[in-house]
């Protein structure tokens, strides 16, 4: 299994809602990833976890909770979103850091609205 | 600070003709560098990626791209686009040094492929 799936594939939420953006890897890969995509620009890093511990926050705001059951789950918890929040949430994988030698494996992402 | 460049923000070529995107970086350490593509509304894909090991690397889909140390330059060749080429590629860079593991994307390249 070469794949990094994500769930849901669409999610429309309200700014009250708490909501939660879920990936799962079976590669044995021990670092994952998540990544915020606007249209029209590149993904931007929010968080690391490698073996299961967050190792880099790039600042994120609070409304975005990040959490890592187990080597093979990511999740993303959402709550009090604002509409410029709206984007492709991407996950990805990668062999263990803090090497930077090995590239990532993405998921096909969350594309998010928020009205 | 590592970051990447990439010249040219559209690229539009004839199917059957060479593609060439272009990337340069700037990092303070060896870099490791990567090329990706995204097809619309999907994940990134990697395609290819240089660790030192050699300075013209081989990717999937007949892609290939050459580390120029002096130029800092680490430019994506095709030798004849299809049709199926017509995608978004990104250039990113990382290093295994600073006991993080971030990857940076470039800007990103829009290619296209006229009949």
């Known amino acids: 299994d070469t794949e990094v799936t994500q769930t849901p594939k669409h999610l429309v939420m309200g700014m009250t809602n708490k909501k939660s953006l879920k990936c799962e890897q079976h590669?044995?890969?021990?670092?994952m990833y998540w990544y915020k995509q606007k249209a029209k620009k590149p993904p931007e890093l929010m968080f690391v976890?490698?073996?299961?511990?967050?190792?880099i926050n790039e600042s994120v705001p609070s409304r975005f909770s990040p959490e890592c059951p187990n080597s093979s789950l990511l999740n993303l918890h959402l709550h009090a979103l604002q509409p410029e929040d709206s984007a492709l949430y991407l996950c990805?994988?990668?062999?263990?850091?803090?090497?930077?030698?090995?590239?990532?494996?993405f998921g096909s992402g969350t594309r998010l609205t928020v009205v | 600070a590592q970051s990447v460049t990439q010249l040219g923000s559209h690229v539009s070529v004839s199917e059957g003709a060479l593609v060439l995107l272009r990337c340069n970086y700037s990092?303070?350490?060896?870099?490791?560098l990567f090329w990706y593509v995204q097809y619309p509304n999907q994940g990134l894909q990697l395609l290819l990626k240089?660790?030192?090991?050699?300075?013209l690397v081989k990717g999937i889909n007949g892609f290939e791209a050459e580390f120029k140390k002096s130029e800092t330059s680490f430019h994506l060749t095709k030798p004849s686009a299809h049709m199926s080429d017509a995608a978004e590629y990104f250039c990113?860079?990382?290093?295994?040094?600073?006991?993080?593991?971030?990857?940076?994307f470039g800007a990103g390249t829009r290619l296209f492929v006229k009949a």
């Open positions: 990805a994988s990668s062999q263990d850091l803090p090497k930077g030698s090995y590239g990532y494996t």
């Open positions: 590669m044995g890969h021990r670092a």
């Open positions: 976890y490698s073996y299961e511990k967050l190792s």
């Open positions: 990092s303070s350490v060896p870099p490791y």
């Open positions: 240089y660790t030192s090991a050699a300075t």
């Open positions: 990113a860079v990382s290093d295994g040094n600073t006991g993080g593991f971030k990857t940076i």
